[in-house]
């Protein structure tokens, strides 16, 4: 499969945060948002292909108990499950990051940490061009496929929240999902990607997050290591 980086660092978001773990990052994604902080793996999908071996090598070269299958898009590329299913069977715990544009399928994973895309995702045609723009909105809210990871697995809600509207945008697709989501499942991510952006928006998120008792999530990587590949 097409890998844009393989590293080792901390989690810094959701429930792991903190957590030793190596990233797999896979090249590739079905959407454009906006602000995505991975180009290199969307909007300019770079890298190299590796087999399962040699991405099995290099995580065990790392002393992490914990894997992050990560993109872009991971669930697009077709070896994933196997490479999940080897990842378990050697006794990782794995999480894997996803839009939950596509369906589980029965997929290996211990924390299923979806991020659906709100409006505030979509990119203008501009930047993007008109097809990419509509192929965008298409895609980003598949409730089947996120039923299914909300039925299947231990998950988390992550959401890119920068305003009220964006707030209520959040509250009918969940209410839409049509499952008992736990609040504290649900992850209010601040849009940005220096610290003090992420700090000015970070008081509205706190204020939201003890209203409705959700969870803040800091984006704690970008404080620790700054917005760099690789971290
Ligand atoms: S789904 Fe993730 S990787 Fe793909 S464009 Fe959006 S933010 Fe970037």
């Keep these: 499969m097409r890998v844009a980086e393989i590293f080792y660092s901390l989690q810094g978001e959701g429930a792991l945060t903190g957590v030793p773990s190596v990233f797999v990052r896979v090249s590739g994604c079905n959407l454009r948002c906006d602000w995505c902080d991975t180009p290199y793996a969307s909007w300019n999908p770079e890298g190299e292909e590796w087999t399962l071996d040699a991405i099995l090598a290099e ?56 991020s659906p895309k709100l409006s ?14 509509r192929r965008h909105e298409e895609t980003r809210l598949n409730f089947d496929a996120l039923r299914a990871w909300a039925d299947g697995y231990e998950t988390q809600w992550k959401f890119v929240i920068a305003s009220d509207a964006d707030l209520a945008e959040m509250r009918e697709v969940l209410a839409a999902l049509g499952r008992p989501i736990e609040p504290w499942r649900v992850l209010l991510m ?6 003090a952006t992420l700090r000015g928006r970070q008081e509205f998120l706190i204020a939201a997050a003890k209203t409705h008792g959700y969870r803040l999530s800091p984006r704690l990587h970008i404080e620790w290591f700054g917005n760099k590949r690789g971290t």
Excluded: F, K, Q
């Excluded at 898009?73 to 596509?102: D, S, V």
């Excluded at 505030?120 to 723009?133: H, L």
């Excluded at 601040?190 to 610290?195: M, N, R």
């Design 120 to 133: 505030n995702s979509t990119p203008s045609e501009a930047r993007a061009g008109a097809a990419w723009r």
């Design 59 to 114: 995580v065990t070269r790392h002393p992490a108990r914990h894997v992050v299958l990560t993109g872009g898009e991971p669930m697009l590329a077709r070896e994933l499950p196997e490479l999940a299913r080897r990842l378990r069977a050697g006794g990782y715990h794995l999480t894997i990051e996803t839009a939950g544009t596509l369906p589980p399928a029965g997929i290996a994973c211990d924390l299923a940490s979806i």
């Design 190 to 195: 601040p849009e940005g990607t220096d610290v």
